[in-house]
């Protein structure tokens, strides 16, 4: 295909997924109340527990009315994900080779539940952080904004779902060949100590238990996206190599590399070597042998 096709294709896949979210964002606004009051439990659940009502106000005129049509987007980016994710996988597949293509099919079969898995953990965390986070009735009256604690609740489950693919991206760098399980395995300190620090920037609440929640199952999804590298480096006897257990800054060996000593020199064409002439003392030009204009023709 020519650049202006590839183009076109482009156009006519994005079109497809563009028409596809529209009718997904069409069923995600009709359903926005429900998914809104699912992401109220959490909180709801923490001020019945002290005796108190579930109050949530809305500070602007058409603001719960934007929350709906927010909510209505994401979860049509949801509903129609296998749509538009065909799509883009139909422009790519076929520059793709067969077990590329095997790959790719495994890594996105694994890559939604953990991103499903992360936001459930968000939900499930930032509900019991907030018991720490909200005050008692006898301090402050509490009334939260519906749309504040909306985008608190949805940027949690957003950053745990995509922090949970971390670990799926490693294991694609050693099935590609890049990183080895035993260099994962080596890093394991400084990635633990990564993943706290980004889960201590990245988490909404500043409770510690929020972050550790996060920091802690990303650790345990490395450690086993580690297990899985080993048993595919055992797999294609990556480890059997000469190099497996050198380090990348040690110095090599170059004993094996000592140069052979040259055989002597042997005549070419039954010609006897021809020795060099005698240097002399003074300006006296040195008279060339004969028996070389012989041996050579004029152009030579």
Known sequence: MTLMEHLRELRNRLFKACLGLVLG???GFWQSGNAIKLVKQPVCHVMESRGRECDFVQLGVADFFLLQLKVGLWL????????WMYQLWAFIAPGLHRH????????????AP?????AFLAWFALGHGLEYLLPS????????????????????MLVF???????????MLNFAGILSGRKLLGWWR??????????????????PFTMSGLALAMSLLYFAAVGVALINDKRKGRNQSIYADVDDDEISSIDDLAPEPVAAATSVGGYDPIEAPTP????TPVERPRSLDSRYDDIT
């Open 25 to 27: 964002f069409t069923v």
């Open 76 to 83: 049509g980016l949801l509903i129609t994900a296998p749509w």
């Open 100 to 111: 590329e293509r095997k790959y790719a099919y495994i890594f996105i079969s694994i890559a």
């Open 114 to 118: 953990l991103f499903a898995l992360g």
């Open 137 to 156: 009735e006898d301090i402050v009256h509490t009334s939260l904004d519906i749309t504040r604690y909306v985008d608190f609740i949805t940027t949690g």
């Open 161 to 171: 779902g995509v922090a949970f693919e971390f670990p799926l991206i490693a294991m």
């Open 190 to 207: 400084a990635v633990v100590f990564i993943f706290f620090a980004f889960a201590a920037v990245a988490t909404p609440t500043p409770d």
């Open 280 to 283: 002399v003392d003074g300006p």
